[in-house]
T-cell receptor, first 111, second 114 residues
């Protein structure tokens, strides 16, 4: 079945460390997105990519970086510059009729 | 800037009741509106997608309506079941202007009592 795979499901980061969250899709979608979810807040857009080798900042891009070298993959790096990285991270892709499909998420915790 | 509001924030009803979840948005220039379900600690599952030119969509016991001019959508759940307990999220897709992505409401946390 087609879908979006996020890994790992749980991730722990030490202070000052960079970590990378994986997002892979086999839906043949061009556009991919990263969202952050915090308790009591709506999902907020971090970065998006409408095509390979191109990406744009969302509403809360500071402290994050992405790459889009392949259509299927859109990894997110949480850098040491992100001062409050503990959150639930969701990857999505956009298909026909501009409907969105989401992955199962990665929960990142600072230890 | 587009803002999405969902009312109520939480709802608890006995099994078997019909219920309505509300979503409003401030900018009517949307491409479409999508309702999602989220179970605790899980990702989002798409329930219904309504294009801006449509008035409603139905899937099983779920019916979503869209009134673009007034900036409102409702999700109707018929004959609720305990398995419907989850957080329901409404999101709108922006239209044009180079922007992209979904703008989400904060969700309605629904509990169906057995």
């Amino acid at each position: 079945d087609g879908g979006i795979t996020q890994s790992p499901k749980y991730l722990f980061r030490k202070e000052g460390q960079n970590v990378t969250l994986s997002c892979e899709q086999n839906l043949n979608h061009d556009a991919m997105y990263w969202y952050r979810q915090d308790p009591g807040q709506g999902l907020r857009l971090i970065y998006y990519s409408q095509i390979v080798n191109d990406f744009q900042k969302g509403d809360i891009a500071e402290g994050y970086s992405v790459s889009r070298e392949k259509k299927e993959s859109f990894p997110l790096t949480v850098t040491s510059a992100q001062k409050n990285p503990t959150a639930f991270y969701l990857c999505a892709s956009r298909g026909t009729r501009r409907g969105y499909t989401f992955g199962s998420g990665t929960r990142l915790t600072v230890v | 800037k587009q803002e999405v509001t969902q009312i109520p924030a939480a709802l608890s009803v006995p099994e078997g009741e019909n219920l309505v979840l509300n979503c409003s948005f401030t900018d009517s220039a949307i491409y479409n509106l999508q309702w999602f379900r989220q179970d605790p600690g899980k990702g989002l599952t798409s329930l219904l997608l309504i294009q801006s030119s449509q008035r409603e969509q139905t899937s099983g016991r779920l019916n979503a309506s869209l009134d673009k001019s007034s900036g409102r959508s409702t999700l109707y759940i018929a004959a609720s079941q305990p398995g419907d307990s989850a957080t329901y999220l409404c999101a709108v897709s922006v239209s044009g202007g180079g922007a992209d992505g979904l703008t989400f409401g904060k969700g309605t946390h629904l509990i169906i009592q057995p």
